[in-house]
């Protein structure tokens, strides 16, 4: 559990590090590059030394020093191959290319992750199926086998956003023209573009949310490429500034651009940012903040994974605050921890809720549903009076890198301790 006391007067800067949604799918790509790769800015987190685990498996060489990864894929091997830590990350499907690619067959756990309502693999599949590819499903595992379609193929993937990094991941290898229509366009799918890009794929980008993947071969040369700054951390260290700080917090390396949809929100409550230089955002302390209403949306919308910390900003709001959650039916469940803080959300629907403030948070025992709702909780920990434990943070230590770290160097009083 995370214990947190009051602290209303949090100042300094933090830099944000490297996107669990990006170093993911690039440690995936790395499989697909013959000899040596660097990744740099890689995340510390749980899901990362999870994939390091696998790719050791398979014989690769991998180094993991501060924040740069380093791997030789020169004697890979399926001998040894250990998929019983990757099951319980939904990224671990994200390998599916590479083993169809060299062994024409996968056996891969059913994927997992944080429990934010149904989140069905289905486009996963059969864009493997409609690749000629068979496919069986046991009560844990997925297997596919056979050999690719030697053909030019197009795909709707309704902006699926793994979905989209499995087929371009796919695609890469195949020797053939893939168009994948109405696909996501979120940052880190760009991100991995940039490095198959830099290993000579030619990806062309429609404004219509088109991707074309001209794929060619298993690149034989060696890379270095950063993963991106993770622009929900950003988000998510903005509400703590607009709450907590005594003046401000900057933040380095925010990626302000691809908060757009998020900071026009978080201007509507009056609180007040600035844009200083190299992509560092500094948020002030909000005197005074006014409801306003979100409705989440695919890149570049509202982000889902902003939502659960965003509320707690709406509390703080003077007048009525409304959320219109339209990805994930589970993720505002999370909103009955507030009763516990004394503060009493109205859900609703299972996609819709409002929040009537400003509440006076009190400290107490919360639990964390979730990776965001985790952060939220603790956000409110911050603000409530008293002393605030958040129960069963593996969920934050999974995926946030350092979170701890980073609040502790902004002077929070906040500790870690095993629940006993």
Request: glycine share 6%; charged share 25%; proline share 3%.
């Amino acid at each position: 559990m995370f214990i947190i006391q009051w602290g209303k007067e949090l100042s300094g800067e933090v830099r944000i590090g490297g996107s669990k949604n990006a170093g993911l799918p690039l440690l995936a790509a790395c499989l697909l590059v013959k000899w040596k790769v660097q990744l740099s800015n890689v995340p510390d987190i749980l899901d990362v030394h999870d994939f390091i685990h696998f790719l050791k498996s398979l014989w690769s060489v991998v180094d993991f020093q501060d924040d740069v990864l380093t791997l030789d894929n020169s004697y890979l091997s399926l001998e040894n191959i250990d998929t019983s830590r990757i099951e319980r990350t939904r990224a671990g499907i994200y390998f599916l290319a590479w083993l169809l690619y060299h062994f024409w067959e996968a056996h891969m756990p059913f994927p997992s992750g944080d429990k934010i309502g149904k989140r069905p693999i289905d486009e996963h599949i059969n864009g493997y199926v409609w690749m000629w590819y068979s496919f069986k499903q046991t009560e844990k595992e997925l297997l596919f086998a056979g050999s690719w379609s030697t053909d030019d193929v197009e795909l709707m993937w309704y902006f699926a956003v793994s979905a989209t990094i499995n087929l371009i991941l796919w695609a890469a290898v195949r020797k053939w023209t893939t168009t994948i229509k109405l696909a996501a366009f979120e940052p880190h799918i760009f991100n991995l573009i940039d490095m198959l890009r830099s290993l000579g794929t030619q990806i062309d980008i429609r404004y219509d949310h088109t991707i074309i993947v001209h794929g060619g071969d298993e690149f034989k040369k060696d890379t270095k490429h950063e993963v991106i700054s993770d622009y929900l951390q950003s988000g998510t260290f903005a509400i703590i500034a607009a709450l907590t700080a005594k003046d401000y917090i900057d933040i380095h390396r925010a990626r302000i651009d691809d908060l757009a949809a998020f900071l026009h929100k978080l201007h509507a409550t009056w609180v007040k940012t600035e844009n200083l230089w190299n992509d560092t955002l500094r948020v002030y302390r909000a005197k005074q903040l006014k409801a306003v209403d979100i409705q989440t949306n695919i890149f570049p919308g509202f982000p889902t994974d902003l939502m659960q910390p965003f509320t707690v900003l709406m509390t703080q709001c003077e007048g009525v605050s409304r959320i219109h959650e339209i990805l994930y039916e589970g993720r505002l469940s999370s909103l009955v921890e507030y009763e516990r803080l004394g503060c009493s959300p109205r859900i609703i629907n299972l996609h819709e809720a409002k929040i009537e403030g400003p509440c006076e948070l009190v400290g107490n025992i919360v639990n964390s549903w979730d990776l965001r709702a985790g952060a939220a909780m603790v956000i409110a920990g911050l603000i409530a009076k008293g002393e605030t434990k958040v129960e069963n943070v593996y969920w934050i230590n999974r995926w946030y890198d350092d979170f701890l770290g980073k609040l502790q160097w902004l002077w929070a009083q906040i500790e870690e301790r095993e629940v006993t």
